[in-house]
């Protein structure tokens, strides 16, 4: 659990202007990202600005507002998230925890030759786990978790994105130990420069010279994770700092088998080993996110088969049956092209970390 660190964030935001104090208090609720329309209510004025002092001296020169929004729509308070919540992907596992886990916990024995990476890249297909993953990673290390869209910093604040990247780092540096996560991280370090926006081109210098002045000190404990699903969109200077770059394939059938298992632990089913065994065998190349659309709309199966919804009793739903993951088989599919697969494979002998 983070609530440790993130009760700490909100002591320091605490102290700083009174807009942000309101915010603070307010009760959250879990925001998205996208889609979400930032509506800015009128301000009465404030009478008194907090002295300087009153303010963590880190966040002094940025603007409160922009402190608020980071507060509200990029912090995010994570359930703990285990590595066994995490179906397969053992060695990506191991080297994380071995090269990020290890030393936010024990930064005293990590420093110097055995320094963690700032900057960690997950690439492969979508809906393979690399959230989860970042997520995990920041439970784990109880830190603070920053999550941001790539495509939302052009997108959403317009003109606002350069700012939000250096208040970003600025909060970081304050609450750390910090995690950044940057989901499509090849819409912001794209090496295609022809007719790009300048202001998408400001934003990357920004993001490249915070990066650079992020955990200076051996001291530091910021990791900048980048999600892509289009790592040969990275250019050399994303490459060059997101050192390690770990591949995050499509989930193998044990994987499989266990995600399975785990969505079907809650539901009455009469599944046998025979037929987990069809399951698996019939969703080679579902990604992860798959698997778990093909397990929703199998578990519907038996709703379907109910002629009066309103007056059934709970436990007179039938059971799963095999028939119905048939059925859902031919609703959901896999997700992922084996052309793809290729590009990813390709890249990660080019470029990705064996160990
Ligand atoms: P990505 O970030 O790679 O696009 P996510 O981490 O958001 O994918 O995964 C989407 C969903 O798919 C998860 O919420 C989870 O339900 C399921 N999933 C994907 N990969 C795994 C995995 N390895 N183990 C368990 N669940 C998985």
């Known amino acids: 659990?983070?609530?440790?660190?993130?009760?700490?964030?909100?002591?320091?935001?605490?102290?700083?202007?009174?807009?942000?104090?309101?915010?603070?208090?307010?009760?959250?609720?879990?925001?998205?990202?996208?889609?979400?329309?930032?509506?800015?209510?009128?301000k009465p004025p404030e009478p008194t600005e907090p002295a300087d002092s009153d303010v963590d001296p880190r966040l002094r020169s940025i603007d409160p507002k922009l402190l608020e929004t980071i507060q509200n729509e990029i912090i995010h308070?994570?359930?703990?998230?285990?590595?066994?919540?995490?179906?397969?992907?053992?060695?990506?596992?191991?080297?994380?925890?071995?090269?990020?886990?290890?030393?936010?916990?024990?930064?005293?024995?990590?420093?110097?030759?055995?320094?963690?990476?700032?900057g960690l890249l997950l690439f492969g297909p979508p809906?393979?786990?690399k959230t989860m993953i970042g997520k995990c990673i920041a439970s784990q290390a109880k830190a603070t978790f920053f999550s941001i869209s790539a495509s939302s910093l052009t997108s959403k604040w317009v003109g606002e994105g350069e700012k939000l990247v250096r208040a970003l780092f600025a909060c970081a540096r304050a609450m750390q130990p910090s995690v950044i996560f940057i989901d499509e991280i090849d819409s912001l370090l794209t090496q295609r420069t022809d007719g790009e926006f300048e202001a998408s081109r400001r934003i990357k210098t920004e993001f490249l010279v915070q990066f650079d002045g992020a955990a200076t000190s051996d001291a530091d404990r910021i990791l900048v994770i980048g999600a892509t699903n289009r790592p040969q969109e990275l250019d050399e200077a994303a490459r060059r700092r997101l050192v390690k770059r770990l591949y995050i394939p499509l989930p193998d059938a044990p994987a499989r088998l266990t995600i399975v298992q785990t969505l079907l632990a809650s539901q009455?089913?009469?599944?046998?080993?025979?037929?987990?065994?069809?399951?698996?065998?019939?969703?080679?190349g579902y990604s992860g996110a798959d698997v778990d659309n093909l397990c929703r709309e199998a578990a519907l199966g038996p709703i379907r088969s109910i002629e009066n919804i309103m007056e059934v009793a709970a436990?007179?739903?039938?059971?799963?049956l095999i028939h119905d993951f048939r059925d859902a088989m031919t609703q959901v599919r896999a997700s992922v092209s084996t052309a793809d697969l290729d590009l990813y494979l390709d890249w990660n002998s080019k470029f990705g970390s064996l160990s």
Do not use: Y
């Not at 609530?3 to 942000?20: C, H, K, N, V, Y």
């Open 1 to 42: 659990d983070v609530g440790e660190s993130f009760d700490s964030i909100e002591s320091l935001m605490g102290r700083l202007a009174p807009a942000a104090k309101t915010a603070s208090s307010a009760p959250k609720k879990p925001v998205g990202l996208s889609k979400r329309v930032r509506v800015e209510p009128p």
């Open 77 to 118: 308070r994570v359930d703990t998230v285990t590595w066994s919540q995490i179906a397969g992907l053992e060695h990506a596992k191991t080297t994380i925890k071995e090269i990020v886990i290890w030393p936010m916990l024990r930064p005293d024995i990590f420093v110097g030759l055995r320094g963690p990476p700032k």
């Open 127 to 129: 809906g393979t786990g």
């Open 268 to 284: 009455r089913h009469e599944l046998s080993n025979e037929h987990m065994e069809e399951i698996c065998t019939k969703t080679d």
């Open 315 to 320: 436990d007179q739903v039938r059971s799963i």
